[in-house]
């Protein structure tokens, strides 16, 4: 089966740097996936990793360790507007993403 | 309008009441997906739909009707529901209905249903 874990919330502060960590199980992988969604909002696509390593794409940036399950969206030089939720996504059966229950991330000043 | 559009953004209906949600993509993409998603708990996948053909009904209560009429417009169909269904309904689209590869989904801003 599928299963993905994510720290349910976490806080931090502004101009300060913030590791959300992601694990999975998942039968076969095809990648994984990073969302972000602000209160009342839709989710927005952040990254796509499928290869072992860091993938950087400004002050977020994404990594991957496909041995380990594990995943983590690091993002540096924390802003106000970066407060949201966090979502981890898998793929399987090749046509659904399967979403974890998000981290909430709170940035205060 | 661009992106990913769905109508209502709020809507509060009886049990007894038939309602349909609408959603619009102006992207260009072939697959068509419902989510829904309620406090606390993971998005969960309803319905996938590619070249306008259902693909994945992942266990959906009968009481969800999904409509795929051409590959740009998604509906819902409603009737009969109970309390807890209530929650943000959310449409996305994709080139395809390949969830591998970094092919990722837009989503709408969402319905949020309430059940009463």
């Known amino acids: 089966g599928q299963n993905i874990d994510q720290p349910t919330e976490m806080t931090a502060t502004e101009g300060a740097i913030v590791q959300i960590n992601c694990t999975y199980q998942?039968?076969?992988?095809?990648?994984l996936f990073w969302y972000q969604q602000h209160a009342g909002e839709a989710p927005t696509f952040l990254s796509y990793n499928v290869l072992d390593g860091l993938e950087e794409k400004g002050r977020f940036s994404s990594f991957l360790s496909r041995s380990k399950g594990y995943s983590y969206l690091l993002l540096k030089e924390l802003q106000m507007k970066d407060s949201a939720s966090y979502l981890c996504?898998?793929?399987?059966?090749?046509?659904?993403?399967?979403f974890g229950t998000g981290t909430r991330l709170q940035v205060f000043p | 309008e661009t992106g990913v559009t769905q109508t209502p953004r709020h809507l509060v209906m009886g049990m007894t009441n038939k309602k349909s949600l609408k959603c619009e993509q102006h992207l260009g993409h072939n697959a068509m997906y419902w989510y829904k998603q309620s406090a606390k708990k993971p998005l969960e996948l309803m319905f996938v739909?590619?070249?306008?053909?259902?693909?994945e009904n992942n266990s959906v209560p009968s009481r969800f009707s999904p409509e795929c009429p051409n590959s740009s417009h998604l509906f819902l169909h409603l009737h009969t529901l109970q309390p807890e269904d209530s929650a943000l309904y959310l449409c996305?689209?994709?080139?395809?209905?390949?969830?591998?590869?970094?092919?990722?989904?837009?989503f709408g801003p969402g319905t949020r249903l309430t059940v009463l």
């Open positions: 998942t039968s076969g992988f095809n990648g």
């Open positions: 996305a689209s994709s080139q395809e209905a390949v969830a591998s590869g970094s092919d990722e989904q837009f």
């Open positions: 996504a898998v793929p399987y059966n090749t046509d659904k993403l399967i």
């Open positions: 739909y590619n070249f306008k053909e259902q693909t």
